[in-house]
């Protein structure tokens, strides 16, 4: 069952309030995980909670002085409310730097690295499939790419729980031994996960995979 309730919020930079809708439940049904740390399930994906105001600023709910209390219905339905922030309003972020805060920094970076079209996230090989294929030659990534992922590497250092999103992108900058490390570090990956990703990385694989669920 998924339900929505709305908060009220306040944009903490231009100071326009409106409502932003928030997922109140969920399921996992037919879900599907890919190494970088996003997955996607028949009524949920895996979402960073940042919401983007149409004044281009970007924050999480909790700067937005939220009033939960009670339930907030869209008051003017002309507006859309307050969404979330998609890639595209990301990139546009990090463009003008829209952020108040590192937290927020932190996930609008999350959110331009799980930007990948979603056709292309779609044709990424099995993990189990990858392993025993020989290594494709690294993918170019572009110079925004690159730049925004270690930045974002450094403001994940200092958060606990982001150990798959850490290895996938030293294995996708090609830094296997730092990628191992990470996984065999990070105890709240699944061994399974952590086993596959590890064989990945001593192989020299830097493609982005799609993990078994069972
Ligand atoms: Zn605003």
């Known amino acids: 069952m998924t339900s929505f309730i709305y908060s009220k919020l306040t944009c ?32 949920w994906q895996t979402e960073t909670g940042l919401l983007v ?33 998609r890639s595209g309003n990301a990139w546009l972020a990090i463009r003008f730097r829209r952020w108040g805060s590192e937290g927020a920094e932190r996930l609008v970076r999350l959110q331009c690295l799980w930007g990948i079209e979603e056709g292309e996230r779609m044709l990424s090989p099995l993990a189990d499939a990858a392993v025993s294929a020989l290594p494709p030659p690294p993918h170019a ?15 994940l250092e200092s958060v606990d729980g982001y150990g798959l999103v850490r290895g996938d992108i030293q294995r996708r900058l090609c830094r296997f031994d730092m990628a191992i490390s990470i996984y065999r570090a990070d105890e ?4 399974q996960w952590s086993d596959i990703l590890c064989e990945l990385a001593r192989n020299e694989h830097s493609e982005l995979v799609e993990l078994p669920v069972h």
């Open 188 to 191: 709240t990956i699944p061994a």
């Open 141 to 155: 990534l572009s110079r925004e790419s690159e730049e925004n992922m270690e930045r974002l590497l450094r403001l």
């Open 12 to 43: 903490p930079d231009c100071g326009q309030t409106d409502t932003c809708p928030r997922m109140a439940s969920t399921n996992n049904l037919g879900w599907r995980q890919w190494s970088d740390g996003w997955g996607r399930g028949d009524y």
């Open 53 to 85: 105001c149409r004044c281009g600023a970007v924050f999480t709910a909790e700067e937005a002085n939220p009033e939960h209390d009670g339930r907030h219905w869209p008051s003017s339905p002309q507006t859309g409310g307050i969404p979330e922030c």
